[in-house]
């Protein structure tokens, strides 16, 4: 007879605890337990062996076919994957809610049936009417895409089995359950389990899974950080729910690098690819522009970027002024500000500090150390960078400029939008002679603002 006891585990974490505590001792998270069901057999030190008949054999024997990946019919989703679904692979999708993560999948769903595969939709969160009335509004219309309105995952085996689909889509994982554990849907042991399962029904049937998961209020993926360690690929669609423009990031991929980044627009008619990403983020720049407001070009994964970074600079009343970013980390606008003080002169000591990167972007890399100083810089000021200049370069604490990687990329990325002036850290080898942008050499802080002073003069 089984021996049933109960078990108190963190939502976020996964601790295990046979008693309720208030504070989990893992993830340092409050009020996160409950009581869940855990059920053992009496005779649980007998296992039972598996005879897998699966021969051993040499790396240097297996052999990949072309057919290995499958496109998803999105250049820029085919890039965040390292070049489409990998046959076998287990995918985690995860986002804020109405972000549009069900838009995506479905639209990508019509694109690899009308390619000529197989795929069964599992709405665990809707009816299968809800589904296609999406589907009519995207124009997604196929006769090899099955959609089952199901949450028990034995149910979704059995048409696994039955369908036998190429490509299987699980929406969402936090609304299936199975039933060999007996707590709700939703909770640490089921998403492990089912996760699990998942896991094997990829690996033994060759068939690519992709799994829609819920994100936390701290914008991290629910349920047990083993969660992300399971799976081949790890996707976050992110961007502000009130703009059109979404970012899809990969932060894990087995088979593909975790750098790059695929933009899309939600339109009317569902998600709309992005080809070039610089004129989206740039297509709400004036000619005229304000103190404070420069362009600066970025690299993600393999692209280069072109945004806009706003910065306002007003005195306060407060003993302590505000330090705000958004889209730039907060302790490097800190690092940055406190170098204007120290090399610059600039007494921001009772001036509030606000700055803005446009279009919903997060920018993390040094590189753009030197736009961000010239615009809270110029703010200050109340100088105008030029409309047509580009700036790149990372800032030390010494004041001094420091050279970025793929510069010349960066630099025909501005080129190529029509950026006649880019302020570059100054370089010890020769720059190629085929561009047609004027490049201004800056050693220091003090040499680039110098130069965007100077350049305002001359205009006027």
């Known amino acids: 007879m089984a021996k049933i006891k109960t078990k108190w585990v963190c939502q976020n974490c996964g601790y295990e605890t046979p008693k309720y505590i208030g504070r989990c001792p893992d993830c340092g998270s409050w009020s996160s337990f409950t009581e869940e069901t855990e059920v053992k057999n009496s005779n649980s030190s007998l296992q039972s062996v598996v005879i897998d008949n699966t021969p051993v054999c040499l790396i240097n024997e297996i052999e990949i076919t072309e057919s290995i990946k499958a496109s998803t019919g999105f250049e820029e989703f085919d890039r965040v994957l390292g070049g489409g679904l990998v046959q076998g692979s287990l995918v985690l999708l995860a986002g804020d809610p109405g972000i549009g993560k069900s838009t995506l999948l479905l639209q990508t769903a019509g694109n690899i049936c009308n390619n000529g595969k197989k795929l069964l939709y599992i709405c665990a ?32 085996l059995s048409q696994i089995d039955e369908i036998k689909p190429d490509i299987l889509v699980i929406d969402s994982v936090q609304s299936v359950y199975t039933s060999n554990i007996t707590s709700s849907s939703g909770s640490v042991s089921q998403i492990r389990e089912c996760t699990n399962i998942l896991m094997d029904i990829a690996k033994n049937k060759n068939i690519t899974v992709i799994v829609i998961g819920h994100v936390t209020k701290d914008g991290n993926i629910a349920g047990p950080k083993v969660l992300e360690h399971m799976v081949d ?34 339109a009317e008619n569902g998600l709309e690819e992005v080809s070039n ?15 404070g407001s420069v362009i600066i070009s970025t690299l993600e994964g393999t692209r280069a970027l072109l945004v806009e970074i706003q910065a306002l600079v007003g005195t306060t009343s407060y003993p302590s002024p505000r330090r705000v ?18 090399r610059i002169g600039l007494n921001l000591s009772k001036h509030d500090v606000y700055v803005n990167v446009t279009g919903g972007i997060e920018i993390n890399e040094p590189a753009a150390d030197l736009g961000i100083a010239l615009a809270v810089a110029t703010c200050f000021r109340d100088v105008v960078v030029d409309s047509d200049c580009v700036i790149i370069g990372e800032i030390s604490l010494s004041g001094g400029i420091r050279n970025v ?53 001359s205009k006027t």
């Open 125 to 156: 969160e809707e009816s299968g009417s809800q589904v296609k009335l999406r589907a009519q509004r995207l124009n997604v219309n196929s006769d090899k895409l099955y959609v089952y309105s199901q949450t028990n995952l034995e149910n979704v």
């Open 233 to 266: 690929t790890v996707i976050y669609f992110e961007g502000d729910k009130y703009k059109s423009q979404r970012l899809l990031r990969s932060i894990k991929n087995r088979f593909g690098s975790t750098n790059e980044i695929g933009v899309f627009n939600m």
């Open 277 to 291: 990403p610089s004129e989206l983020f740039m297509n709400e720049r004036r000619d005229v522009v304000t103190p």
């Open 325 to 342: 970013s958004t889209g730039v980390e907060y302790n490097r606008l800190l690092q940055i500000i406190a170098v204007l003080e120290k």
């Open 405 to 457: 990687s793929d510069l010349e990329k960066r630099i025909y990325e501005a080129q190529k939008l029509g950026f006649k002036k880019a302020i570059i850290p100054k370089l010890l080898k020769k720059l190629p002679d085929n561009f047609e942008i004027e490049i201004i050499q800056a050693e220091r802080l003090i040499d680039a603002i110098k130069a965007c002073v100077s350049s305002q003069k």
